[in-house]
């Protein structure tokens, strides 16, 4: 079965940044939306950001101004550039994507510190 995997998350202290990856273990045909979810302790998954196939992207309004999403289409890559990280942006990071089926990765975990 197809599985997205994530990788780039980790520790950094508060001002710093990080790059998230995700791409699919094998081949999903005709990908419509890709994105990132968060999900921090004791609270709900919530969207961060996502991108359509066209280059349309969206972000949560805590997340604007500070972190990027970009994909390639051709190798169905999708990324998250996090800069001016903040501690509440600790959590784990989830990638997904819209084909004629929804994809989720295992998640990754992002912890800002002070």
């Known amino acids: 079965q197809v599985q997205l995997v994530e990788s780039g998350g980790g520790l950094v202290q508060a001002g710093g940044s990080l790059r998230l990856s995700c791409a699919p273990s094998g081949s999903i045909f005709s990908i419509n939306a890709m994105g990132w979810y968060r999900q921090a302790p004791g609270k709900q998954r919530e969207l961060v950001a996502r991108?359509?196939?066209?280059?349309?992207?969206n972000y949560a309004d805590s997340v604007k101004g500070r972190f990027t999403i970009s994909r390639d289409n051709a190798k169905n890559t999708v990324y998250l550039q996090m800069n001016s990280l903040k501690p509440e942006d600790t959590a784990v990071y989830y990638c997904?994507?819209?084909?004629?089926?929804?994809?989720w990765g295992q998640g990754t975990l992002v912890t800002v510190s002070e």
């Open positions: 997904n994507a819209r084909a004629q089926f929804e994809y």
């Open positions: 991108i359509t196939s066209g280059g349309s992207t």
